[in-house]
């Protein structure tokens, strides 16, 4: 595979010749690309990663020669370790834009509760990310953490900096008394009069 991608053969021609050797034994065409988008980057080794020392019991179990169990009473009794999987949010923000965030949050209460705002008076805007790629499961970010430690974090959207091309963006808006989408509006809401934005 290493030459053939250095000879930029593509690299479903590259899967179609190892298939065609090796039948079912040959790697997936994921595979396959996976390697060749490596070696165009520059990768030398033609070995697999290791993998992180993030074990499971039966891989501890199997290299230590304990029973279940007693690998399991030693993580976590004596260890005092519990597996945990990761806390997944939306975006990584800043200092600065969470204390924002806050400010205004207060400052829209405290001009609800003076009755100064009622709550259809709020404008709000949201956008939502819709990616092609399908995420990973929450279990993969499992981790083992010590008593008293907070879960480590996933920012959901770093899995998808490579695909920001693939995306494809829907926006609503909602104000007084519709939700709207690209001036199509998609439900109506009965609160005060009738506002339309495009």
Known sequence: MKVRTALNVQARVIYEKLHSVFADEGPPLRTVKRWAKWFREGREEVDDEARPADHTIEELQEQTGLSYSTTQRIISDHLQLRKITARYIPKHLTDFQRAERVRICEENLEKFEKRIWRLCDVVTGDESWFYHKQIGRKSTNAAWVAKGHPPPTVVRLSKFEEEQRK??????????????????ILHKISCCRDVIIF
């Open 167 to 184: 995306k494809s963006k829907t926006k609503m808006h909602m104000d007084k008394n519709m939700i709207q989408h690209y001036g199509y």
